[in-house]
């Protein structure tokens, strides 16, 4: 979800957005049906109905979609466009549709559901022969030297002004972040690690495994990772270093500490990419091999962005599948606002006796208030 | 302790990621998003793990380690194995 701002600096993307309108407009003929997942302010439905679609489906979750309908009205495509509020996968359509265009993805691929909502657009919704904007993402995997990229991850921590800072700096060098390197800091030429193909893609998790041949001498300071974002067949931009800049960059793996590396010496990474509740973990596994001698293992890390953040062994704890809970205060507190929420009575009364009800937790009546509001927003029809 | 009452080689799963906090560890199955604790001990022997398949070269180094019985440390050995394999977050050796 971005701001306001955020959406604005999507759409002044003039490489997103131009291929993106070259796309629709080679794909979106005339009378055509058209699915817009995701839609923020509406700017793909409008481009559709520019090329002509005669219906335009257009779901977006955030509350981003009523400045869309505005605008949709201000431009005379109220009409045709059809803005529903809410998931794609929660929803469903009165007809399948020719085109189904998306941007559901960041820097990576993996964000968030993209791949599952893809996905079961794709099954449930487009029509036999239909397409898919963009039609595939390629992974790209290359191995790094960037001493300016690896500085947030390791100085920091390493000049601790005397202290010992190890245990924060072990969660800095797990902890990948958006970059713009160019071609000079490739080691090795880059590989292609993975191929989603959205007319194919099912499950939401991937694993790519690379091997490169070092070509020059440096100190690897990690790897980094970037798509080819394919639109159609001839439409296509990319964040790999050295092509225009766009919104998204690339996304820079920290090494656990950084190697030398040596020409001809074979390195392996291992990517993982998993869906975990709501986001990825990802997880990079790296080998080094001297001068490719499989029995020559220079350097290996193992590492995850799960060791990234803090956590509270409490808190975990809670969570694993032996614990047995109990309900604490707030559950009380959240069980009598659902359990008032009958159908008949509004959100000031519930929060008047709800105050009356936990006179020690809220002291004034806007606290009372604002808990069944949050309430009544995640839970109320 | 018998040596052949022990499973074929194991090694931890590649859809398991975990960190060390403070003594302890959570393991995270990426498949199923469930997450693990290991006790200070456990830990000790998933540590091992890591670097050893060999369940017997994993009992050497915790008899050397720790005041136990080598019947009482394979038994408790054997048993964290078994829960970890069931659960998936072991496998065998060889498997891919």
Known sequence: MYNILGYGQMISDRVRLHSYMEAMRRTIKPGCAVLDIGTGPGIMALLACRFGARKVYAIEADPVIQVAREIAVRNGFGERIEFIEGLSTHIDLPERVDVIVSDLSGILPWLQHHLDAVADARRRFLAPGGVMIPSKHLAWVGIVESEQAYFDHSQPWETGHGFEMEPARDLAVNSPKKVRLQPEALLAAAQCGLVLDYLAVEGPDSSAKTTFLVTRPGIGHGMLVWTDYVLTDDISFSNAPGCTTNIYGQTFFPWTRPISLEPDDVVTISLRCNLVADDYTFRWSTAVFGMGNKAAVKYKFDQSDFRSCPLSPTSLRKGAETYVPRTNGDASIDSFILTSMDGTTSVGEIAARLAKSFPDRFKVRSEALDRVARVSRAYSE | ?96
């Not at chain 2, 090694?11 to 393991?27: A, C, F, H, I, M």
């Not at chain 2, 199923?32 to 006790?39: A, I, N, P, T």
């Open chain 2, 1 to 96: 302790m018998n040596k052949l009452s022990f499973p074929p080689r194991v090694k931890p799963s590649e859809d398991v990621v975990w960190r060390n906090l403070q003594g302890e560890s959570v393991l995270l199955d990426l498949k199923s998003g469930v997450y693990f604790g290991l006790d200070s001990v456990g830990t000790r022997i998933w540590t091992l793990l890591q670097d050893h398949d060999d369940l017997q070269t994993v009992l050497q180094e915790l008899l050397a380690e720790y005041d136990v019985s080598e019947e009482t440390c394979a038994r408790d050995l054997l048993e964290l194995v078994s829960v970890l394999r069931e659960k998936g977050l072991l496998q065998t050796a060889d498997a891919t």
